[in-house]
């Protein structure tokens, strides 16, 4: 074959600009076949001969020009083989030298889709650093681009600018700036608003020019990327029935796309055809984690057999299509061990979380050491002595520090487990009771003031209500609880209303508060008789139940 190529490629002598296209032509059909290497090797071909045409003073400047835009091509699809590869140092060289040829050449889309380029290859690592640099690189081409405008097509221009919007709010979600995305004195969120009023622009521009320059999702998917980030931007807050709704509509935009592909419910992945195979796991990845974010609502929610349901969806996708999915392995163990934890089936739980921390993303690995030492401390029957060493060995280097370069999210929960840790153990003294509330308190700071996310706010302050009464501010101590439930009670969640009201009790007793006591009885009786009721309708479900809890165990 690659002697064919150079054959073919030979037969087209003073045709350099043909030379590209029949070279960029293989490069693409050997990248649908799977062949990483041979395709990058067309590249790398296209390469020089480009900078051989750029060289030479024989070449007008015009032949200059197009050589140019075709080594900027050259380079970012070198880059993109590097990434499949997983090396982002080499694919993130060749962003660069493609995004300075895009500039010496005055090529602005080009100069702006190779930066936003390096910034997903970036945003594989979350280096803030380095991200924080290509957006004000890619924000301050934007700039040029609008206001000098070009020969662009007004929707390629959009396009470019809604995808770097969604960079933006993705790098945002992964650092845990929700005070920006969502800020909590308004109904709405102005950046979903945002995203959504750009789609909608777009979509409308591309409907009155089919052809573009550059395709990053299909029309479909890139409205269900921006219902998806819009649901995450909403989770947080508590807007639960807003999330649902676009959540809602972000599995119908991606399903319309994956019919219009040729997948149906039967579809698996031997059965697809090397050319669709791209766009088709960029869709398929996209409905994994809707279905993760749907999950995770309608368990905060309780709805504990819809959340069943979903987690059977994403399990169901992973065995038809294992190779595509491979990557959402992790992310999905985790989302099983969730459920399975708010089932009680605590070794099923501790079981999928062990096989998401042994996942290679930093934010999937410590979730989940954290969920599985919380796991622990949940357990009953475990002498304390035991848990909290189990802990100590599942969270490791954590149960020291916390690495300031994690997300906020991740900084968050493993404060709380490295904190619940030094409260449970036996041996602890009054340094490491201090120790635990310093990192309890920097938990509660984070979720309040950066996360925005009324989940972990009550969970942490209900944390917190026993230390206040051990320092005799019982005042204190109800006044976290009662906020803790008023949160709980605000997202549906019956565990945690169930926990509050539990801590309430012992309160009353303490004060010796009988009539409150008694009347705190009866309603807590009610809500434990609410949450037995739905784990119950989840577990009546056997077959989907027992699926998720043994999946791949």
Known sequence: MSQGKDLLVAQLPGQPLLKCEVLAQLGRAHKYLGETPFQRQCYLKGLELCKQHISSSSNNSSNKRGMAEWAVYFHLHTAESYTTEQDSLKAAEHADAAAELAQQQGLLEQQLLCIMFKLQVIMLSWDRKEAEQAVGAAAAVLQQLEQQGGPASPAFVALLKLQFTMLQVMLSIHAGNFEDLAPPNQNTSPIVADLEAQCESLLQLLGEQQQMPYRWLPAAALGALVQ????????????????????????????????????????????????????????????????????????????????????????????????????????????????????????????????????????????????????????????????????????????????????????????????????????????????AKQRLSKALKLAHGRLQNHQVVSQVLLFMAPLQIQNADVAGAHSMVTSSFTLAKGALDLPAQVASLSMMQQLYHHSQQADKAGQNANYLLRKQEELSAKIQEAESAAQQHTLVLKWDL
């Open 228 to 435: 998806l980030l819009a649901a995450i931007i909403l989770k947080p807050g508590g807007k639960m029935k807003q999330a649902l709704l676009h959540i809602s509509r972000g599995l119908q935009l991606v399903d319309q796309q994956l019919a219009a592909l040729h997948v149906g419910p039967t579809t698996t992945e031997a059965s697809l055809d090397h050319i669709s195979t791209y766009e088709v796991r960029s869709c398929l990845v996209l409905r994994v984690l809707l279905l993760e974010v749907q999950q995770q609502l309608q368990l905060l929610s309780t709805s504990y057999a819809a959340a069943c349901q979903t987690s059977c969806e994403s399990i169901a996708l992973l065995q038809r299509f294992p190779g595509l999915l491979g990557g959402m392995r992790p992310s999905v163990h985790l989302a099983a061990g969730l459920y399975a934890q708010s089932m009680n089936a605590f070794d099923e739980a501790q079981a999928h979380y062990a096989k998401a921390a042994a996942s290679h993303d930093s934010h999937m690995r410590v979730c989940g050491q954290c969920m599985a030492a919380l796991c622990i401390l949940a357990q009953e029957g475990i002498p304390k002595a035991a848990s909290v060493s189990r802990g100590r060995e599942l969270l490791g280097e954590l149960v020291e520090s916390v690495d300031s370069r994690l997300g906020y999210a991740e900084r968050a929960v493993a404060n709380i487990a490295s904190g619940l840790l030094q409260l449970a153990a036996p041996d602890g003294g009054s340094v490491e009771k201090s120790d």
